[in-house]
C-alpha cells in the first residue's frame, strides 16, 4: 500500500489536533499562543480577550524553536527588560476579584539555565496584592500571593520537584491554581500535569492593586506580585526584589489563566492535549491509520 501522499508526519499532527480541542471546567478568559501571535508587530495578542502583553523595544516575533515536540514557535527571552512583555496596571487584575471564586494560571516554559537569582515567569500586581510564579535557583517553581500589605506572601508554594533546564529541552506545564474561600482558600502548584504542593491560606480578596504591571518574564522594575521586600519567603536569603528576583533566560510557548481553580482532572487534561500519554497517542494514530486504508480500499473499487 502506498501511504506517500499521507506521510507520518501528517498523520501525528492529526493526532495533535484531536487532542487539542479540550474541556475544563473554567472558562478561559486570557490566552497567549506564540504559535498563533502575528509576528513582528511588538505585541503578544490576547487570542480569547482583549489584554495584549506589549514588548518593551525588544522582542516583536514569536521564534521558531528546537529541541521540542510539541511546540515549534515560543518567544526568546534573553533576561533583559527590554525584551520582557508588559501591560498596565490593569493587566488581568478582575481575575480573583471579591465575589470571584478563584483563578487559575498555566504557563509552558523552559528556561536556558539556573542563575544566583529567581526568575519571574509571570507578574501582576505589587507588594500589597499581586502574584507571581518564578523559577528557583535550585530550579524549583515559587508560586507568591498576597491581598494585603502585610509583611508576608498569603500563599508561598515552593515546589518539591526540580526542573531541568537546557535550550534544547522538552516544555514544562506550570499551572497555579486559587480556590477562593475566605480564610479557607486553596493555593495548588502543579508541575507538568501533577500536583505537587497545596496550601490553605486566608486570601479573602484576590486582586490586584496598581503600583506594577502584569507581564511575562520580567522583574517589572522593582516590584514582583505578592513579594514583600525585606521578608524571608522561602528560597534562602532577604526577599528584597532587586537582590532576589531577575528576568528569564529561555522560552515561553502559552500562557492561559482561567476564571476558577482548575480541578486536578482540568490541569491533567491540559497537559494531555499538549503532551498525550504514549499508549493515548498510539490508539489514536492506530485509529487514523485504520480509517486511511479502509478509506483507501474504498476508493480502489
Known amino acids: 500500500m502506498n501511504l506517500s501522499p499521507f506521510p507520518i508526519q501528517r498523520l501525528l ?85 471579591s465575589g470571584a471564586s478563584g483563578a487559575s494560571y498555566e504557563i509552558w516554559f523552559r528556561a536556558d539555565g539556573l542563575k544566583s537569582l529567581n526568575q519571574v515567569l509571570i507578574t501582576n500586581g505589587g507588594t500589597g496584592k499581586g502574584f507571581s510564579l518564578s523559577l528557583g535557583t535550585d530550579g524549583s517553581i515559587l508560586a507568591l500571593a498576597k491581598d494585603s500589605s502585610g509583611s508576608n506572601p498569603d500563599l508561598n508554594l515552593n515546589s518539591t520537584s526540580l526542573l531541568s533546564t537546557g535550550e534544547d529541552i522538552e516544555f514544562t506545564q506550570i499551572v497555579l491554581t486559587i480556590n477562593e474561600n475566605g480564610t479557607n482558600t486553596v493555593g495548588s502548584l502543579y508541575i507538568n500535569g501533577l500536583l505537587d504542593g497545596s496550601q490553605t491560606i486566608n486570601l479573602s480578596n484576590f486582586a490586584y492593586d496598581g503600583g506594577a504591571a502584569g507581564g511575562f518574564a520580567d522583574r517589572i522594575n522593582t516590584d514582583v506580585g505578592g513579594v514583600h521586600p525585606d521578608n524571608t519567603v522561602g528560597l534562602g536569603g532577604r526577599d528584597d526584589v532587586n537582590s532576589t528576583f531577575t528576568n528569564l533566560t529561555g522560552d515561553i510557548a502559552l500562557v492561559r489563566m482561567y476564571d476558577t481553580a482548575l480541578t486536578a482532572g482540568d490541569v491533567s487534561t491540559l497537559y494531555g492535549a499538549v503532551i498525550p500519554e504514549p499508549s493515548t497517542m498510539f490508539l489514536a494514530l492506530g485509529g487514523l491509520l485504520a480509517t486511511l486504508v479502509f478509506s483507501r480500499r474504498r476508493s480502489c473499487k
Open 13 to 97: 499532527f492529526a493526532c495533535m489536533i484531536t487532542f487539542s480541542a479540550t474541556v475544563v471546567s473554567a472558562a478561559l478568559v486570557f490566552e497567549y499562543d506564540a504559535t498563533l501571535d502575528t509576528p513582528g508587530d511588538g505585541i503578544w495578542q490576547d487570542e480569547v480577550g482583549s489584554q495584549d502583553v506589549t514588548f518593551n523595544n525588544g522582542n516583536t516575533s514569536p521564534a521558531s524553536i528546537s529541541g521540542s515536540s510539541y511546540f515549534n514557535k515560543a518567544y526568546e527571552f534573553g533576561g533583559s527588560t527590554i525584551e520582557a512583555g508588559t501591560g498596565d496596571d490593569a493587566l488581568w487584575k478582575n481575575l480573583g476579584a
